[in-house]
């Protein structure tokens, strides 16, 4: 078994901590949603025909793309992949 060295963390430190760590993860996992909706989105009207349809996935695909925008522009606090 290696020494392992690890700080002591009061309980400030560690809910700052685990907040940072945890808005990193949610920030990086809606990022992959949003770009998968945007994927989903764009290959459903492709193939779209109805007009009624298209207009929807073209709403839709416009409000991810600005969600996206959004979350590309966080805080540095909240930078993530």
């Not at 949603?33 to 025909?49: S, W, Y």
């Amino acid at each position: 078994m290696r020494d392992t060295i690890i700080p002591h963390l009061n309980v400030e430190q560690f809910r700052t901590r685990w907040e940072e760590e945890h808005d990193k993860t949610e920030c990086a996992m809606r990022k992959i949603i949003t770009r998968l909706n945007i994927e989903h989105f764009r290959r459903k009207l492709a193939g779209e025909r109805n007009e009624t349809k298209r207009s929807t996935l073209l709403r839709l695909l416009a409000d991810e793309e600005t969600n996206l925008a959004s979350l590309m522009n966080l805080p540095k606090r909240m930078k993530c992949a």
